[in-house]
């Protein structure tokens, strides 16, 4: 099966955040017949996929699940459309086709992990962090043109809260206005000087009962893309004596690995690339825990989670020749140094 065809398939199949069991059978089925697979169930009928061929020394992880709303699924020319051609069964199914081609040539040590809820609240990969071993290289398959996503922000959110007294607005003076004080919060917050290219984004505001009463209660959610250089800034927010609950709270990641093995691969292939860093955050994060890892993918960002969502078919193509490389290249070096 060529990688469109199975893409296609895939994306034909709705997976959002939640309702990943079609989409996980689909998969179990056809991956046990090359991979020793197990379903490790997160809550309910919700599981996660891990294939494994021998000891896995480099893992390749994605996401299942997709952002809600369907979208009518097509090829035409060289594209293909639908809610999750790229973010990620575009990208899962060139590494599916490359991790089968691999198998049946006996090439092995080597897992695909695929979770469910990244989309949400990431509790697919929690849970298979509770169980993966360490391993000598990590990839994230995530859409990157095929460049080698090196780095990323943190990820900091948060519920900022602001209490006040209620009392009629006629005589405001009575009272104290929750939702001036949360503005005022807001701007002292906005105001801290950063370091780096940290970007801050108010998110969510509510508050007041009525347009005739000082508002007691308002609140303000809070999207911080935290640079390495800016990772005290919660030490620095929690310095303005404000009252917070902390939604997420993950630090920058910063490759540390050998990143020239990974480029030798481009190399051969003839294809371009070059090293990158991002603003988004992916689950590089969770897998920083486990590796070294990066976040390497076919296809251009920027139509994800949109009405227009789409993928190129080459691009696909070219992913899994990448990924069919390097497991190549790892495996004969390994055998080349009798390990």
């Not at 056809?30 to 020793?36: A, C, D, S, T, V």
């Not at 990590?138 to 043109?145: F, L, N, Q, Y």
């Not at 290219?197 to 209660?217: F, M, Q, R, S």
């Amino acid at each position: 099966m060529k990688v469109a065809e199975l893409a296609k398939q895939m994306v034909e199949i709705p997976s959002p955040s939640g309702q990943e069991d079609q989409i996980g059978e689909f998969l179990y089925q056809r991956l046990k017949k090359r991979f020793n697979v197990k379903k490790q169930y997160v809550e309910g009928k919700r599981f996660n996929i891990i294939a494994t061929k021998g000891n896995p020394e480099i893992i390749f992880n994605i996401h299942i699940d997709t952002v809600p709303g369907k979208l009518p699924v097509k090829i035409e020319g060289d594209t293909l459309y639908g809610r999750g051609s790229l973010d990620a069964k575009g990208p899962l199914a060139a590494l599916i086709i490359a991790a089968e081609k691999a198998a049946d040539e006996g090439i092995k040590n080597f897992a695909l992990m695929l979770d469910i809820g990244e989309e949400l609240d990431f509790c697919g990969v929690k849970e298979l962090m509770k169980e993966v071993a360490p391993a000598k290289l990590i990839v994230i398959c995530e859409a990157t043109d095929m460049k080698i996503r090196t780095s990323q922000s943190g990820l900091l959110e948060f519920k900022l809260i602001s209490r006040g007294k209620s009392a009629h607005s006629a005589e405001p003076e009575r009272g104290q206005c929750a939702i001036t004080k949360l503005i005022k919060t807001i701007n002292a917050i906005k105001n801290i000087p950063l370091k780096g290219k940290t970007v801050i984004n108010i998110g969510l505001i509510k508050g007041g009962t009525a347009i005739n009463v000082v508002p007691d209660y308002a609140e303000a959610k809070v999207c911080i893309r935290v640079a390495p250089e800016d990772v005290d800034l919660l030490d620095r927010i929690k310095r303005l004596d404000l009252e917070i609950e902390i939604i997420n709270d993950f630090e920058p990641y910063v490759f540390q690995g050998d990143i020239e093995q990974i480029k030798k691969v481009f190399k051969q292939l003839k294809m371009q690339t070059s090293t990158t860093g991002g603003m988004g955050f992916t689950e590089m994060y969770f897998w920083a825990k486990k590796g070294p890892s990066v976040t390497i993918g076919p296809g251009k960002s920027g139509t994800e989670h949109s009405e227009n969502e789409q993928v190129s078919i080459k691009a696909l193509e070219e992913g899994c020749r990448f990924y069919y490389e390097l497991l190549r290249n790892i495996y004969k070096e390994k055998h080349e140094r009798g390990n």
